[in-house]
């Protein structure tokens, strides 16, 4: 004897009304309803007539795609909705952007306005675009945008939706954490990030992005193999969905992760297949950052030629993105690729210039990295008398800055070294690669580096 077929939770079907049901759960409830269930098409009624199935003697004809298809309307219908919101919201978030901490407070809390699912939006647009200017406002943004996000109306916009976008607010501002170095915190929040994506709607593209920003935080974390692991998932989401300017991204940053501790080559090849998938229509920036890191895995390799083609070939780049720190960072290039190419000369004007201006800047770890190229082109040139006062330029600043003791005694093996005139290129070399890693992984110590 045939048993009766259970019907779904009522739950489900208010997720199915609502348009929030996903996979299994909304095969399982047409598939119900298509057996002309009466009971369930009643309760159905009650919570949405727009997606009522006609009488069961009708509904011969009626397909599983049908009924998608109706679904479909709801889910439309929530996002023309949304459309309508996002003028309003963007003015809101303007005026709101005027006004002081305690007011922004009082105007999300007490206006309507301020429960919009456009203000989140807007919040973390505006949040996102303060990263290189200024990193306080940046946190201050998304933390607004969290707190709108925590507040939405699930009836209003659906509790799976909602959940979906605390969990982009909450990784946008763990984000932002890390951009102004509050590090404790941005590892919390992004652990909750990570939790509230296991009760969302599954969407990969969303799961790409938390992804995305929760290796950030954990590079930062010194945790590189689960930074990789967790690049590596966003990567194979976006070629299986086809956004190849995004997988390029990922694999731009996995180069710039892995850079100090990978092959040379192995890097070099993520930064080429990275510089093919980027679009510069899509980002310009971007673009420009991955050739500007493929220019720096072509100069470690020895591939100067190479390196000096492509600068030319990227001028207009290189001149559309030329801040003080950009400029600084092409001088050090060109002087390393110069030096590569035998051009004494015009390699030790750059070098000089370079470390002036990182000095100047306060960037005194970019101009040691600089002084020891300088260094390596003056040694190569038996100068050894100008490579001790190189070096001895890099210990005044490090002493009076009281930067990390390892880095003092690296320099002062090197000095000594200097004083019983020998030119230690391997040992300035293994000095540079020291300094190149420690931001990335701080209490490093430099007999690590030489082993």
């Not at 895995?297 to 030629?305: A, F, H, K, N």
């Not at 070098?351 to 600089?370: P, T």
């Not at 990390?404 to 391997?426: G, W």
Request: charged share 25%; proline share 4%.
């Amino acid at each position: 004897m045939a048993h009766e077929p259970e019907h779904p939770d009522p739950a489900a079907l208010g997720r199915f009304a609502r348009g929030e049901a996903q996979g299994e759960e909304v095969r399982g409830v047409v598939r119900h309803l298509l057996r002309r269930c009466t009971e369930c098409g009643t309760a159905l009624a009650q919570v949405a007539p727009e997606l009522v199935l006609p009488d069961p003697r009708q509904c011969l004809e009626l397909s599983y795609q049908d009924a998608i298809h109706r679904a479909a309307a709801v889910a439309r219908a929530r996002v023309g909705q949304l459309n309508k919101e996002h003028p309003v919201s963007r003015d809101f978030v303007v005026t709101l952007q005027s006004q002081p901490r305690a007011r922004k407070l009082l105007l999300l809390h007490n206006s309507e306005r301020g429960r919009a699912w456009g203000v989140c939006e807007e919040l973390m647009a505006a949040s996102f675009e303060q990263r290189h200017e200024n990193p306080a406002r940046m946190v201050e943004l998304a933390d607004l945008a969290f707190r709108v996000a925590s507040d939405l109306d699930a009836e209003r916009y659906g509790a799976t939706p909602v959940i979906d976008l605390q969990t982009r607010a909450a990784a946008e501002l763990a984000n932002a954490l890390r951009v102004g170095e509050q590090m404790e915190q941005s590892l919390k929040v992004m652990l909750g990030a990570l939790q509230l994506l296991q009760h969302g709607s599954g969407d990969p593209l969303l799961r790409a992005r938390v992804y995305d920003l929760a290796a950030s935080v954990l590079r930062h974390r010194q945790r590189i193999g689960l930074t990789v692991a967790l690049l590596e998932r966003a990567f194979h989401i976006y070629r299986r969905l086809g956004e190849d300017h995004l997988a390029g991204r990922i694999l731009l940053k996995r180069a710039i992760t892995e850079g100090h501790r990978s092959e040379p080559l192995a890097c070099l090849d993520l930064l080429v297949q990275a510089v093919e998938l980027i679009d510069p229509r899509q980002d310009r920036h971007l673009a420009w950052l991955a050739i500007h890191n493929l220019l720096w895995g072509l100069v470690e390799l020895g591939r100067c030629e190479a390196a000096a083609e492509l600068l030319a070939e990227s001028q207009s780049l290189y001149d559309e993105f030329s801040d003080r720190l950009n400029v600084l960072t092409r001088l050090w290039l060109e002087g390393r690729i110069a030096s590569g190419l035998g051009r004494e000369h015009e390699a030790e004007a750059r070098f000089f210039d370079a470390i002036e201006g990182f000095n100047r800047v306060g960037k005194h770890l970019d101009a040691a990295m600089v002084s020891l190229d300088y260094a390596l082109l003056l040694g190569r040139q038996g100068r050894l008398r100008e490579v001790q006062g190189v070096i001895n330029d890099i210990l005044s600043t490090f002493r009076a800055m009281k930067r990390e003791r390892e880095a003092i005694a690296a320099l002062l093996v090197l000095q000594d070294a200097l004083e019983r005139q020998r030119v230690p290129f391997y040992l300035i070399k293994k000095l540079r690669e020291y300094f190149q890693r420690l931001p990335y992984e701080p209490g490093l110590r430099f007999d690590q580096v030489l082993s």
